[in-house]
């Protein structure tokens, strides 16, 4: 039995990307991360924050987007979304995984918060820096981990679109636009979508934002 925590709209939307990727039967339980009082604590017991993604496998917890993202492309191998150990790729796939999680979600938070900081204050460094790798990185290959989409692609696809697309906080450089050209329309994606504005536009949050 495999058990998906998620609130739409979240930072655990890119996992329900890479569930539908995936093609395995899950069982969604949603979190209502903005509800009035916030999670109920009974919720730690899974996350600690009480925050989203969260998965539970055949009885085991898993946490972070990164570490969720290894684990399930590597339980179910066939969809072929991760590169085996010993692949030119596996490196690259790994060590965007981890920054997507490490660097690109914080420094940007940092950013948008109007943080002030020299790179060595804080282990994730500047978002301008940030920025210019993942340009970097999307022009010198047209992919996260190289000349084909992996599970890191549902990470770093999902990280880019929120926060250059909605939140307008990422500056639409040609590499990232492109590259988004690419993933966008992936059938997994659509899906994963579709379902999670299905669950948005029930969400009472999103129903006074909607109504506003």
């Known amino acids: ?13 890119s996992v329900l990307w890479l569930l539908e990727e995936l093609g395995v039967e899950y069982e969604l339980t949603e979190i209502d991360i903005r509800q009035e009082g916030g999670v109920p604590e ?3 017991r899974i996350q600690p924050s009480k925050k989203v993604p969260a ?6 917890v898993i946490t972070e987007r990164a570490a969720i993202t290894i684990y399930l492309a590597e339980a179910f191998p066939n969809a072929g979304l991760a590169p085996a150990v010993g692949h030119p790729m596996r490196g690259p796939y790994l060590s965007m995984l981890v920054y997507c999680d490490s660097v690109f979600d914080p420094a940007l938070a940092a950013k948008v ?10 282990s994730f460094g500047l978002a301008d820096d940030m920025v210019n790798y993942i340009d970097r990185i ?4 047209p992919y996260a981990a190289g000349d084909r989409f992996t599970a890191a692609d549902t990470q770093l696809a999902s990280s880019i679109g929120y926060t250059m697309q909605q939140m307008k906080a990422l500056p639409e450089r040609p590499s990232f636009i492109a590259y988004m050209d690419r993933v966008k329309d992936r059938p997994a994606n659509l899906r994963a979508a579709e379902k999670d504005q299905e669950m948005a536009i029930k969400t009472p949050f999103f129903q006074k934002q909607f109504a506003g």
Do not use: C
């Open 138 to 141: 999307l022009t010198e290959r």
């Open 42 to 44: 009974n919720y730690r």
């Open 113 to 122: 918060q109007g943080w002030k900081y020299e790179s060595n204050h804080f």
């Open 1 to 13: 039995m495999l058990k998906f925590y998620h609130a739409p709209w979240s930072r655990s939307s």
């Open 55 to 60: 998965i539970e496998h055949d009885g085991v």
